[in-house]
């Protein structure tokens, strides 16, 4: 005899009624294929955070699998682009007709990618954290693209500092009138003529931006060089010595505090098409235990928060 499963998410009491902003799912395994301009599709190894807000006070819960599945739908028949996202989305509101009207999904993977080194002609992977958020509140679809961009930041103050010791070092060893140039030349060689270097620190950039409405395609790449070409000292992938020379020449004409690296990449986006932009600069200090941090948004009405 086959009896009937019960349906507690149909059938029982909510133990207290109310309305709710977000239910859902965190931390979805979800291998993708990752579709973006000027990139070959990309198998990626995602997680996903998955909600709907739950508007019927007294309906017990949400249909969890009706979200995954939508999902897994997404991963095993269609690659990741702001189309098939939204429908996603819609999926996630039309299976919860009378629980739902607003949806949103927040998918998390590594996007590895060929970068050129400086110099040398040579490639490697490197790898960037991005974050797809995509959200449909009564109709109206938001999709917003994260990234987090590593890169080298060398302090001003300890260059400023580092110059000083070394023009005394100098004034100390050739206190005669004229000085013979390659004298000069081979004692700026050595650790004695150059006897103070500056700190500098790995540093993150958080970037979020907001799509315009009307994006079909994600664009990651450009995202990406847009970034590292305004902060000009990414870190490498390949690194030859003259890949390495440059990457030191890079870091003593671009020196940055955190201020610096935020003001570069507002300005940069200010020059954008994306709706709203959101920075976080993180300078994980050398110099001191803690981090040194900066925050830019665009600033407009009901945008991104610093
Ligand atoms: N709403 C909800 N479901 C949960 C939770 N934790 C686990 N689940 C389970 O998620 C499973 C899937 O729920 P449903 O989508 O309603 O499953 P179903 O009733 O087989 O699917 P439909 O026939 O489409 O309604 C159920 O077995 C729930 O017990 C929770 O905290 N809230």
Not at 6 to 15: E, F, K, T
Request: contains cysteine; negative net charge; aromatic residues 8%.
């Amino acid at each position: 005899m086959q009896t009937t499963m019960p349906d507690i998410a149909h059938s029982a009491d909510a133990l207290q009624t109310g309305k709710l902003d977000w239910v859902g799912m965190g931390n979805i395994e979800l291998p993708l294929l990752f579709a973006s301009k000027g990139l070959s599709d990309t198998h990626v190894t995602a997680k996903a955070d998955a909600f709907v807000n739950l508007q019927k006070e007294d309906a017990k819960g949400i249909h969890m699998s009706r979200l995954f599945l939508a999902l897994d739908t997404l991963s095993c028949e269609q690659s990741l682009t702001p189309k098939t996202l939204t429908q996603v989305l819609d999926s996630f509101i039309s299976s919860h007709q009378d629980l739902s009207n607003a949806a949103k999904v927040s998918i998390h993977f590594e996007l590895p990618l060929r970068r050129q080194s400086l110099l040398s002609q040579k490639q490697g992977w490197k790898s960037y954290p991005v974050t797809v958020t995509a959200t449909l509140n009564d109709g109206v679809a938001r999709i917003e693209l994260g990234v987090d961009v590593t890169y080298s930041s060398t302090c001003p103050c300890s260059a400023a500092l580092a110059r000083q010791l070394i023009q005394n070092a100098f004034a100390d060893k050739f206190q005669q009138q004229t000085v013979d140039t390659k004298q000069v030349h081979a004692w700026l060689g050595t650790t004695e003529g150059v006897l103070a270097t500056p700190h500098s620190q790995r540093s993150i950039a958080n970037i979020k931006v907001l799509l315009a409405s009307d994006c079909e395609e994600f664009d990651i790449l450009t995202l990406i060089n847009q970034v590292e070409n305004e902060l000009k000292t990414p870190v490498q992938a390949a690194v030859k010595r003259e890949d390495e020379q440059e990457f030191a020449r890079l870091n003593g004409q671009n020196l940055m505090f955190c201020e610096d690296a935020a003001r570069k990449l507002k300005a940069l986006f200010n020059q954008t098409n994306y709706q709203d932009f959101f920075v976080k600069i993180n300078h994980y200090e050398s110099l001191h235990a803690h981090d040194a941090v900066a925050y830019a948004v665009k600033g407009i009405d009901q945008g991104y928060k610093a």
